[in-house]
Nanobody
Framework: QVQLVESGGGLVQAGDSMRLSCAAS????????MGWFRQAPGKEREFVGT????????YYADSVKGRFTISRDSAKNTVYLQMNSLKPEDTAVYYC??????????????????WGQGTQVTVSS
């Protein structure tokens, strides 16, 4: 089992920045890829970005490309989501997820095996 704990959410104004963290514990050696997803009220959960656990192979949703950056600290077993130039439409609960398999699509919810509890990000206009 892998446990994921997100932190760093809160309330910010449009144009501000925020960094989310996702700390992984347990069978971290089994992780192949980490993903960030978000779910706005009344909407389906959507892909935000992903990074390979060993580093590299980073991809983003078009809606956040150029504004969000994913990184990881292998010594801390932590993945980060740096969010800049935040917009009200970025308001959502943000989830990190871990994927064990080396196959499967990295942008689909069903490909991920473990999920954090989510952290609320609210961007006011």
């Amino acid at each position: 089992q892998v446990q994921l704990v997100e932190s760093g959410g809160g309330l910010v104004q449009a144009g501000d920045s925020m960094r989310l963290s996702c700390a992984a514990s347990g069978r971290t050696f089994s992780i192949y890829r980490m993903g960030w997803f978000r779910q706005a009220p009344g909407k389906e959960r959507e892909f935000v970005g992903t990074i390979r656990w060993a580093g590299g192979s980073i991809y983003y949703a078009d809606s956040v490309k150029g504004r969000f950056t994913i990184s990881r600290d292998s010594a801390k077993n932590t993945v980060y989501l740096q969010m800049n130039s935040l917009k009200p439409e970025d308001t959502a609960v943000y989830y990190c997820a871990a994927k064990e398999s080396t196959t499967g699509l990295w942008y689909t919810i069903v490909s991920y095996d473990y999920w954090g509890q989510g952290t609320q990000v609210t961007v006011s206009s």
